[in-house]
């Protein structure tokens, strides 16, 4: 259908983009638009790095490209929100990433958002991405779960992790409203929001539901 | 149904409320949030100054308070969003305003948004608003359509001038988005991007897109 | 007498009225403005929530109206500085709020101005109008002195507290001045100014000061 | 008497010194503090540069050291403050600029403030001034008058280009409230508020204004 | 020798890195680094839009790494500073963006920058980019020479409108300090500078300036 | 020669001096300009004061007209930047100020900017400093290495602290490059940065490398 949102997860990992496609399904309606979650694989395994970010936007305006003729919108599902502006000039629907989505609802609902962010070495990517933004007086600060490579994939420590890191942003940064800054992992965002006890933000939820009015809206049809 | 969106115009204009109802029927689906739109009975015909603002938090309240157990999220549809941290921390159920969304929904579309006002007063306290919600540096500016109370019945002028003044945003102060700043004239936003050839955001239809998304997800049930 | 600088509590608690009254005392001249401190009769005990903060414009305003002919000016003393631009479009005579005053006298005597706060659940409600002010990147930080409601009838526990976060405000954040982010307590200033080794700004103080100059320059007049 | 209120007009035009001490004179109370003006008699004739800003730094801090055991407070009458914080390091009582001070004060009367310079050249300098103050985010800008040095003598075309400044801040800049950037001029304040619509803070007023309440307060005593 | 300088250009018209090469002409001494200038083969013929932009990362990416060996520093040599960060991640030496560094050399020039773009359509791009550089408050404003394509070629009327662009940023905008938004037309610095009366800042010199203390004094090797 | 750079140490400390003719060694090239430091024979042992750095401006004003005839680029020496505003409006020639050059370079490097000041004194001076800068959002924190004048004498117990002072920075302000806020301590540049494992910028290194550029460009030829 020509209204479908398209959920692009930049990464190559197939159990990220499934992950993704669960998470949009309190977001699928009767008569709403479809959404439809698909891989890059072009793309690295996860995003990791600026240059990471920088060359899939090639692939990612391709993609875009090929689906404009039956698509609404799309997501970009990564939390460096690669390509964004590219993919703006180049689409004639909306565009919308999940760390700008996920901030700009953040500040609907604390006045101090905090980032969780899975790597240290993100941190200054998503601080140059937040003052473009124009909104870094509303961050009280972004901290990285501090694990190895080798250590993400134990799910548990990682979850663990991030309740840490979410009450030192909420104890020690004033943080009354936690932004969860990677994708694929909305299985966490109750349980974090509950350890917690101040709401929990999960990105691609928050891109794909901005995404839906868009749709719906046909604000693009300039 | 419990996931009724509830838009509350504060002020006691019929017309006004109707119009808004109009605006959001492209956001009914059939398996979404119903959309319900009521006027403050106890609100001014129109809001134009700060003590208006002020004067309609508790009727807005109680209507809130009254509402909860049937409504999944609530939208305050003007554009001073009267109330909005007050009725936040009343309410266990989102609570959304027009300007705040609007202005956030503007951040994805454009680099710089300007706003519409109808009345030169209100300018001052949209500015201490933006202020507040952080995003003053994404301003362009915000201009009125200048025209007098008796000169605002007519339609005809009012749009005209509003051409006029989004013509001036765009050319003089570098506005590449524009945001109506005002509620219940949603049917002029389409004529109006097309003579500004830049997208225009209604406020309204910006507030109860993102209330969907909120309410589907739950994100609120701490 | 026409030149009466008049103080309203906006909360109904009259021992905290009669403490702001004693603090008036060095600011009375022979030749300068009476100054008369007056409690909000309609007001809650305590002004502790944003809904408090909204709720009490209605009858301020009232006051306002009323005694706008024997007044050269009202001084608004509670924190939050509740309805200061309703006041201030209805009178013709100048209108200071002691959150405003305090601050921005704390600006003319340090670098980095840290608030104490009373309530924890204060703190976004004064960073959204430290924002609206225009002056957040003058604020070392606020803290709360985190007693609960029974804890702070204790005084001598309240002081000693007060004296633990200004400690804090200083070596932890920076701050070179302290305001006391609450109305009544002046005669605490003095002492914790001495533990503190800081100037400490007392804000209904602060504000009445402002208004003497206001009253005898007439500036209102246009 | 040791409260006395020393304003220190940096430059050596004994004129202006007067036209100060006769706008202090609403401000001289029974029972208040005294108000003593005096001219730098090592200072230029006018502060004009940035050179002679830093250059009278030396001179005030020896006035103020001869002057502290019989002053409470001192107020420097220049719109470049210059020295005030060598000044308040040096000074066991407050010091105060006449910049601040009446910036401070426009906060509190409208949203965005502007500034009529009376030099061109000055405009640099004020502008990193008043970024050090914190507030750049409230100046809705600053103009020069625009006249040469000969023609400044001309009070009516001073006054005039005044008026034509102040009206261009207010309608060009959004500027709802005037500073007037020079001292020794507060004869003109009120024409040019009336001539204007928009109040007009004059800044020697403004500061020794509040040195009163500072003096009273007696919060310099650590 | 591996303390050369390379000055890559990021698009692939030769005549441009010419003139770059001409530029940097003052910057080579006798025992300084060599100073090397190439064309991105894989460029566009003018780097016009995000995209171009984001698709030279890549094979900038191959050269910076190809040439590790034997250079000292790299300089980027178009506005937008396609792919910084990503090189910086990469590169065991400094990389500068001819951008940031005219603009912060502008910084110590005068107190508001302006920016003559060539194109409209990369203000609101370079706007994003100033913003992350944190430096936006020191903007005066960034303006197009507004000419087509084909009028482009034109080289009178190109500089022509340089001059009325530098005037209108200069008289209307408050910029004291103007830096060209664009690489390889150092030649029309000299003039435009005299034309505008204020001082002109040409990027490639001055990042390439830069570069040679980085050179020197080997900070980059951690 | 004509395009001497002027090394102006502004305190009248020999040994510094010489400190910072060393640290300048790598930055004398062959072809390239002399380089010459100086002490202001005038200045206080040590500038620790806002008062010693107010009054250094005159007597450097003075060294820099004198100088101006066989100077090409002046370097103020200081980390507070005494008078470099005065000494532009006063030289036909540039003027850098090595905390302005240092902070502007560390921007170059990293995303967030720390600064090691020596006393805890000048850290609201530095801020001031800071903010007219217009780069405060850039900066991580600044803090003192904290030891008395007696200790400072001690090199490794400062050195010692320096270190400490780094970790902090980088740990708890999220600091990804180091500001060292004193000048004449070059030779602690590489080990500090060796236990840092950030790059560490030398101010007087930096200003002086800009200067470089500037001298060779002739920019200041208006």
Redesign the interface.
């Known amino acids: 259908m020509a209204d479908t949102i398209l959920v692009i997860n930049p990464n190559s990992t197939e159990t990220v983009t499934r992950a993704m496609d669960a998470a949009c399904e309190?977001?699928r309606?009767?008569?709403?638009p479809a959404i439809e979650c698909v891989s890059l694989q072009e793309g690295p395994p996860g995003i990791e790095?600026?240059?990471h970010?920088?060359?899939v936007?090639?692939p990612l305006?391709r993609i875009v490209s090929e689906r404009q003729h039956d698509c609404g919108a799309f997501v970009i599902a990564c939390f460096s929100d690669p390509?964004i502006?590219?993919l703006?000039?180049?689409a004639r629907k909306?565009v919308?990433?999940i760390a700008?989505?996920s901030i700009?609802?953040a500040?609907?609902?604390?006045?101090?958002f905090g980032v969780i962010a899975i790597l240290q070495q993100s941190?200054?990517?998503h601080?140059?991405?937040i003052?473009?933004?124009?909104?870094?007086?509303?961050l009280a600060g972004e901290l990285p779960v501090g694990l190895g490579v080798t250590e993400l994939v134990d799910a548990g420590k990682t979850y663990e992790r991030m309740v840490e890191t979410g009450k030192k942003l909420r104890d020690d940064h004033?943080a009354?409203v936690v932004v969860m800054g990677c994708a694929g992992m909305a299985h966490y965002?109750k349980p974090l929001?509950?350890a917690l006890?101040?709401?929990?933000?999960e990105p691609t939820?928050?891109a794909?539901?901005?995404a839906?009015?868009?749709v719906?809206?046909?604000?693009?049809l300039?």
Chains 1, 2, 3, 4, 5, 6 share one sequence.
Not at 197 to 201: D, F, L, N, R, T
């Open positions: 309190p977001l309606m009767a008569g709403g790095t600026q240059f970010v920088d060359s936007v090639t305006a390509g502006h590219s703006r000039e180049l909306p919308l990433g700008e989505c700009l609802t500040l609907t609902i604390g006045e101090k941190i200054a990517r601080a140059r991405y003052a473009a933004l124009g909104v870094r007086d509303r004033g009354d965002r929001q509950a006890g101040i709401p929990v933000v939820q928050a794909v539901a901005m839906i009015g868009r719906r809206l046909g604000w693009h300039l």
